[in-house]
């Protein structure tokens, strides 16, 4: 399928949103019942898996390649199931060695990258093309991390100039459908990490034949592949060539008694993908994308504005529409599989870890005093409707490891002993840093920064010296904090897969910028610990380790951790649309509309 190419790109991604109380839902534009619409906060930066980093460009990679698995649509606690790959593997005894093996038959989408433009057969030795791109510097890879001393003979591969006609020891085609993978030592996320964006199965053809541009043209086997590409708008079109497959409720994890009222099963027998095509419109103020709505109703499905939640519903835990809105949307409130957190750039000796022994000391007191500042009730109050799960430390309240028992003075403001923690590292206003705080360039990003000044003010921290330095997209900012150039770094975490390693990773010292360490933490114990329990499987003796090391993040202060978001979400009545929280998942797959509706009043 020719491509309609693309502009420069303008960062963020795909942040679902919300529709608002108009009288009449859809415009005539919007009775084709097979475009499923939606708006997000900005476009994606890379749409190459080696490079995607983000939730948001996650959603389209997921949507436009496979991967050898997925996560079952509905299956709560989160269960894996097969994509590409013909079953789970086969796994010896000493836990090295993977047999996996996929489908046959699967073919790319039809792309002028292929001999007469036809989309060929999916082969294993497209993956080890693919993971061998993440351990390729020329490509700026973001998932090397994943992986990294996991698989035998890569990370050599890698530092023996990255050589593709060389092999990989760890890395064997037993044929073109039987993939033998080795490990190092036993790695007992390896099949999570086969379900995520970084894994997919990129054809060689499409990187030689699209060269600087493969990240704007992406080709692969998924439910969707790329009709044309924006900064206003991405355009998603069914892979003609996508497998038969269908929609079994059953076997998705449908459970009647929490999920009957959604109407998913009209889904059941359904052809995969539902919907023909897919539109995400981008937009970066929440405000514009609900007001998108009452000037095109093009949106179907999204989150409600905080600004303008308690004026759609009368009641959040749980989420209760007024009696107008009801009439027109179904809702629900969904926790993030994941937290927000503020971290400090460690490898900034201003703040973080210091040469001189005595400044060192210092910097964690000063780092102390700014979270004894932070105040998450006050955020999340004005900014998440007092719906979030404040917690203390990195491991949130769905993962196994989290520790109910630890203190929540870790998240609770104090000034007083914030001003005592300066006045002990011998902190005054004339010698306090300046604290460079960084943000995309939005209303919401920046009232938050204001807020965060405000609390500083009050412990004694200069106003002048609290500093906004803003980026035009997330995209931006991303790569400045890739690059070690963001001093305070408020982010986001959404979970690769279930197991608190994943949080734990975020801060291992190999890690760092450009890859998942963006505080750019290094504790040689901390490290070692982590080594330690990466090989371990589900234990009582592992989840002691993990709360050992969630505990020494909250002394070493590298962040200021946690909340995770509790978000209210609304779609029409017509829309058929289970919004999942799960890590990865091509979801807009599932995405429907019943035929001939408007959406007025239906149930």
Known sequence: MAKKLITSLAAVGLLLTIPCGCKKPFSDREQDNNVFRFSGSGSPVTMDPAAASSTYENLVVTSIYDQFYEYKYLARPFELKPKLAAGMPDVSDDGLVYTFRIKKGIRYADDPCFPDGEGREVVVQDFIFSLKRIFDPKNLPQGEWVWRGKIKGLDEWKATGSDYSQEIEGLKAV?????QITVNEPFPQLVYTLAMGYSSFVPREAVEHYGKEFSLNPVGSGPYALKSFTTRKAVLAKN?????EYFDLEYEGYDPETQAWVGLEVLDGKRIPIMDNVEAHFMKESMTRWNSLNKGNEIHFGKIPTALTHMVASQLKPLKLKPD?????????????GFVYMSFNMADPRIGHNQDPERDRRNRLLRMAIRKAFDWDQRNQRFYNDMGIIFPGIIPPRLDAHDPDLPESYVKADYTQAREYLEAGGWTAENLPILEYGVTATVLDIQMFEQFRGWLEKIGYPREKVVLKTYASFGDYNRAVKQKEVMLIPMGWNLDYPDSENVLQLFYGPNQSPGSNTSNYDNPEFNKLFKQTK?????PERTELYQKMNRMILEDVPTISGMTRNNPYVWYHN??????????GSLLKYAYMRPGSTGEGMN
């Open 575 to 584: 829309v058929v649309y289970y919004h999942s929280d799960s890590p990865h």
């Open 240 to 244: 003609e060539n996508y497998r038969e």
């Open 535 to 539: 090989t371990m499987q589900p234990s």
């Open 325 to 337: 809105y009801a009439k027109k949307f179904k809702g629900m409130s969904l926790p993030d599989f």
């Open 175 to 179: 044929d073109d459908y039987t993939l």
